[in-house]
């Protein structure tokens, strides 16, 4: 536990609480630690923190039509990495068919959110079906494959040399945000008994960051049963019911789903919007010192950001303030929209990221100026 220096204090002209009554014709900037857990000051200011004429430089934000992502490999394991640090990796897999082999990651967790599509996965536990909106997480070393009639779109995130575990919930206790009775296990059913076969199986595994190959005169995937509390886990993004507030708007760690040592994810899902006429209605304005930011935007009208469409993701190193576009922060003050229809997955992380050439060409350019007032 660190003993942060402490010591609340007011100065100047400033709410007595964070994001509610702002002083008129102020704009609330939050410098935060610890990525919204850590000690936090509310500035105000007379414009707005993202007011720029032009930003140049590796601290610059980022945004990448993923859609354009074109590579189609076969095996997971060498899906394009997009961007990555010490402790994850993220990867965009696209893929339609019948994998002819199997995949292990002996590098960490993974976890795949399925963006488009859906279709049957196999694995060590048994099988799991799976659709557009599902989280699934496979424990380090899971034996798997996937079998599907539709285009799929993956996004997979890596804790490397980790594990996930789910949030500590607090005070609103461990059935808020979602149950942890949803979160459905393979099962050893009839679709898991007719893949079974005694015929040659590859299975490819990776092992910090190489591939290697071991061969099997049968299918591995061969379990008569289980039992124990270690197995993949697969949620859908519609069997979370996010904390809301009509008087206060919840920061992003609010909403957190899934935690690893050196960062967080959290999904974002339709709420109601802040009712409260004094109260914040949108993403405040921040500056989180301690932690990159990542957004994957999978479906909906993303109420903090314009020309921002499924499937692009942004990208907010830390160290430059951040927040809403100027015409989203104009329609939240007059309170136009009541509540939210956005479904996005956050990636915060407590180490800078690397960008990849993979993004190199499906970056848009523009993103930085798109927070200029017009």
């Given at each position: 536990?660190?003993?942060?220096?402490?010591?609340?204090?007011?100065?100047?002209?400033?709410?007595?609480?964070?994001?509610?009554?702002?002083?008129?014709?102020?704009?609330?900037?939050?410098?935060?630690?610890?990525?919204?857990?850590?000690?936090?000051?509310?500035?105000?200011?007379?414009?707005?923190?993202?007011?720029?004429?032009?930003f140049d430089g590796p601290l610059?934000?980022?945004?990448?039509?993923?859609?354009?992502?074109?590579?189609?490999?076969?095996?997971?394991?060498?899906?394009?990495?997009?961007?990555?640090?010490?402790?994850?990796?993220?990867?965009?897999?696209?893929?339609?068919?019948?994998?002819?082999?199997?995949?292990?990651?002996?590098?960490?967790?993974?976890?795949?959110?399925?963006?488009?599509?859906?279709?049957?996965?196999?694995?060590?536990?048994?099988?799991?079906?799976?659709?557009?909106?599902?989280?699934?997480?496979?424990?380090?070393?899971?034996?798997?494959?996937?079998?599907?009639?539709?285009?799929?779109?993956?996004?997979?995130?890596?804790?490397?040399?980790?594990?996930?575990?789910?949030?500590?919930?607090?005070?609103?206790?461990?059935?808020?945000?979602?149950?942890?009775?949803?979160?459905d296990v393979p099962a050893l059913?009839?679709?898991?008994?007719?893949?079974?076969?005694?015929?040659?199986?590859?299975?490819?595994?990776?092992?910090?960051?190489?591939?290697?190959?071991?061969?099997?005169?049968?299918?591995?995937?061969?379990?008569?049963?289980?039992?124990?509390?270690?197995?993949?886990?697969?949620?859908?993004?519609?069997?979370?019911?996010?904390?809301?507030?009509?008087?206060?708007?919840?920061?992003?760690?609010?909403?957190?789903?899934?935690?690893?040592?050196?960062?967080?994810?959290?999904?974002?899902?339709?709420?109601?919007?802040?009712?409260?006429?004094?109260?914040?209605?949108?993403?405040?304005?921040?500056?989180?010192?301690?932690?990159?930011?990542?957004?994957?935007?999978?479906?909906?009208?993303?109420?903090?950001?314009?020309?921002?469409?499924?499937?692009?993701?942004?990208?907010?190193?830390?160290?430059?303030?951040?927040?809403?576009?100027?015409?989203?922060?104009?329609?939240?003050?007059?309170?136009?929209?009541?509540?939210?229809?956005?479904?996005?997955?956050?990636?915060?992380?407590?180490?800078?990221?690397?960008?990849?050439?993979?993004?190199?060409?499906?970056?848009?350019?523009?993103?930085?100026?798109?927070?200029?007032?017009?």
């Amino acid at each position: 536990m660190k003993n942060w220096i402490s010591f609340p204090k007011v100065e100047g002209t400033a709410s007595r609480q964070a994001h509610v009554r702002l002083p008129a014709g102020t704009y609330e900037r939050e410098m935060g630690r610890e990525g919204f857990f850590g000690p936090a000051t509310q500035m105000h200011h007379a414009h707005p923190p993202t007011g720029w004429t032009s930003f140049d430089g590796p601290l610059r934000p980022r945004a990448f039509d993923l859609n354009h992502v074109d590579q189609m490999p076969g095996c997971p394991l060498e899906a394009p990495a997009l961007m990555g640090n010490g402790a994850t990796q993220v990867r965009l897999w696209r893929f339609k068919g019948r994998m002819d082999h199997l995949v292990r990651n002996a590098d960490g967790d993974d976890l795949l959110f399925f963006h488009q599509g859906g279709g049957h996965l196999f694995c060590d536990y048994g099988h799991l079906e799976v659709r557009e909106g599902d989280y699934v997480v496979l424990p380090r070393n899971t034996c798997w494959r996937l079998e599907t009639d539709e285009a799929v779109m993956v996004l997979m995130v890596e804790a490397t040399n980790d594990a996930y575990k789910l949030p500590h919930k607090g005070l609103v206790g461990t059935h808020a945000i979602f149950d942890p009775a949803v979160l459905d296990v393979p099962a050893l059913d009839d679709a898991f008994q007719e893949q079974k076969h005694e015929r040659e199986t590859l299975v490819r595994v990776k092992k910090r960051g190489q591939l290697c190959a071991m061969t099997y005169p049968f299918n591995p995937l061969d379990a008569v049963g289980w039992h124990g509390d270690l197995a993949p886990v697969r949620l859908n993004w519609r069997d979370i019911r996010p904390l809301m507030s009509h008087r206060y708007h919840l920061p992003p760690s609010a909403h957190s789903t899934w935690i690893a040592g050196r960062f967080i994810i959290c999904t974002f899902v339709p709420r109601p919007i802040e009712s409260d006429p004094e109260a914040l209605k949108l993403p405040y304005y921040h500056s989180n010192e301690d932690f990159d930011e990542v957004l994957f935007y999978h479906r909906g009208q993303f109420f903090s950001r314009d020309n921002i469409h499924p499937g692009m993701v942004t990208y907010h190193p830390s160290g430059f303030p951040h927040g809403p576009h100027p015409k989203a922060y104009e329609v939240a003050q007059k309170f136009e929209r009541k509540e939210t229809d956005e479904v996005a997955v956050m990636i915060d992380t407590r180490d800078p990221l690397d960008v990849y050439p993979a993004m190199e060409g499906v970056e848009w350019g523009g993103y930085a100026d798109s927070w200029k007032a017009k």
